[in-house]
C-alpha cells in the first residue's frame, strides 16, 4: 500500500488527510475507502503476481493501483466506476500499464466481456450476494465484496460456492444504474 501513495488519488481539499485512516471524500458522493478496512479486504483476496482481477466500484482508482502493485506487470488488472469524472481523474493517476479503468455500462455489473476473474474486489454495499459478479469468477477464484452490513469472501468451485462473513463495514452503495 505504501507503494501506491494515498494523495495521488485525493482531491485537493482532503489531500492533507491521507494519512488517517478513515474514508475521505472524492467528490460525487463517493469515497476513497479507509486504509485498514483495504488492507483487511486484500487480505480476504488473497492477490497473487499474474493475477487477472476485477475492481468493481474503483472511485479514486487507489485500490486498483494498489491491485497492481501487488499483481506485478504481469496481472491484468480491470477496475470499473460508474461516475465518468472518477473514471478520468483515475486514468490520470494510475501509471502502471497493466492497470486497465473502464466506464461502467449502466445496468451492468462488473466487465462479463473480459471475464473470467482469479479475483473480483468489490468496493461498494449490495444488498445480497451480487450474483452477475460471481458469474465472471474463474474455477477457485475468490471475490470479496460486502453486502448486508458484513464483508463476505466467496470461493467458486464449479457450481459450488464456499460464503465465509469476516464483519461489519460500511460502504457507499453498490449501484449499476442511474436513476
Known sequence: ??????????????????????????GHGQTNSQPSTVAAM???LEPFPGMR??????????TSAILGELGGPDSEV????????LVERSREAIDQ??????HAEPGVLGLPGHAPF????????ADDLPHDLVGQLAE???MVAPWADRMHRVRRSGADLEISSHGGYRFVPLIHTRF
Open 1 to 26: 500500500m505504501r507503494a501506491q501513495d494515498r494523495r495521488r488519488f485525493l482531491p485537493p481539499e482532503v489531500v492533507g488527510d491521507h494519512i488517517l485512516d478513515a474514508p475521505l471524500p472524492i
Open 42 to 44: 486484500l487480505a480476504l
Open 53 to 62: 482481477v476485477l475492481d468493481v466500484g474503483s472511485g479514486s482508482g487507489w
Open 78 to 85: 480491470h477496475a470499473v466506476e460508474l461516475v465518468p469524472e
Open 97 to 102: 500499464p497493466w492497470v486497465h479503468v473502464h
Open 118 to 125: 482469479d479475483r473480483i474486489l468489490v468496493s461498494a454495499m
Open 140 to 142: 477457485n477464484g475468490v
